[in-house]
């Protein structure tokens, strides 16, 4: 920990809380506010202890000047089936499709660094999938926050959705993909998607030694997410929907609203 551990905790017990609760707030109290990415990270882990979960998932990219995109998905967030409970904003929620690589290995802390090769034997599978956003500050308070702070809070995640296992050769090098999203009601629209760091297992590759130079690794069963292929955009509750990623397959969910304090079973296939 490279900042005031009670300082970490502080902000974990508000950012905690406002998970378990669903409601978002005031930016972190200027006193445990990380001023650093060092300091968000710090953060993320003490949210990590004070909710007692199990990491299931990571979200990652490429880093960019002054970001470092990094953070858990806990493993009671994870969704495979329909309905699938979520946090919602004005009746709706909002989702990033993505591809999720399901690692069959762990990939523990060692001294020397792992090859591509290395990463791309630890891959079990490939499924498509959809990031559920939802962040702990208000929309107003996130216009007004650091990255730090947007850090601390795990980049505005709230879970995530896997669809169907795809091809891991065609997905590896799947920089574009149009996002097809069909309602029951019949609203339809198409998303000229392209992955944002045009192959979609580099920011994996360097989230695994992201993680190695800081003593940590990833675990088998795992799923890694690498960014969004067509940015974010809302879905409504209490209906169908079918997404299409280009000729990769497609998925099938149907959302509802997760009540306050329901931290705990996510949805399975049956």
Known sequence: MTGSPSKAMDAARILSARRLSGEQGARLPEGCRPQSL?????????VTQQ???RIGAWKCALPLEGRLTAAPIYANKVHTG????????DGCVRVEPELAFILRQDLPARASPYSQAEVDDAIARTHIALELIDGRYTPAEAAQASFAEKLADGLVNQ?????????????????DLAIRVRQASGAERLHKGRHPNVLPRSPLYWLVEFLRSRGQGLHA?????????AGSFTLPLNEDIAIQYGDLGGLTVHFTRLTMGQFSEPSSQQ
């Open 51 to 53: 909710l007692s979960a």
């Open 38 to 46: 060092d300091e968000a990270f710090d953060v993320q882990a003490a």
């Open 221 to 229: 069963g795992q799923a890694v997410i690498t960014g969004s292929y």
């Open 159 to 175: 879970g995530l959705f896997l669809g169907p296992e795809v091809d891991a050769v065609w997905s590896s090098a799947a920089t």
């Open 82 to 89: 329909s309905p699938c409970a979520v946090f919602a904003q």
